[in-house]
């Protein structure tokens, strides 16, 4: 994935996801080691308040449209809620006002376990709230992937050079 190919692959959203585990991993090694000094009442309602606000809402609205868009405030509710760059605020305005803690780990736990272990990140506006591939996606996808032989290896002829003939679709913009 580069600026001009925003997509990602089997394998380079499986290594992408590797690296929010890392980050995972850190987070939950700190928590455990600094378990008693957490208080957790905070570190509940920081946890929660991500899917509280940003996640509930569009998921009811979704089941209750079913077939029909979502309107376009529970992505960016989403969106706002599960960004890193909120997190980082949130957590520097706690610090300020409130304490430094340890507590504040529920902030990368929860980012990175929904983007390490569920595989969801941002919510682009083109695409269903709730995880659905996307007819324009998997033709892509069909598309991108090459074709192998019988031993595994790619196969002369269809290749990566073939994401050229869909460069136009809402799928490579999405």
Avoid: C
Wanted: aromatic content about 12%; cysteine-free.
């Amino acid at each position: 994935m580069d600026a001009k190919n925003r997509f990602e692959t089997k394998v380079t959203f499986a290594l992408s996801r590797l690296e929010w585990l890392g980050f995972l991993a850190v987070s939950l090694v700190l928590a455990v080691q600094h378990r008693t000094e957490i208080r957790w009442g905070v570190f509940v309602l920081l946890f929660t308040v991500i899917d509280a606000v940003g996640y509930i809402p569009g998921a009811i609205a979704f089941r209750r449209r079913p077939g029909r868009p979502v309107p376009r405030g529970y992505y960016v509710a989403y969106n706002t809620m599960h960004s890193l760059v909120t997190a980082g605020v949130l957590a520097g305005a706690w610090a300020l006002f409130v304490r430094p803690e340890w507590a504040l780990l529920a902030l990368p736990i929860h980012l990175m376990g929904d983007r390490a272990l569920f595989g969801n990140s941002l919510k682009p506006f083109g695409v269903a709230f709730e995880p659905e591939t996307s007819p324009a996606f998997r033709s892509f996808e069909q598309e991108y992937e090459p074709e192998r032989d019988a031993r595994g290896f790619h196969a002369p002829g269809k290749s990566a050079s073939a994401a050229h003939s869909v460069e136009g679709t809402d799928a490579v913009r999405a």
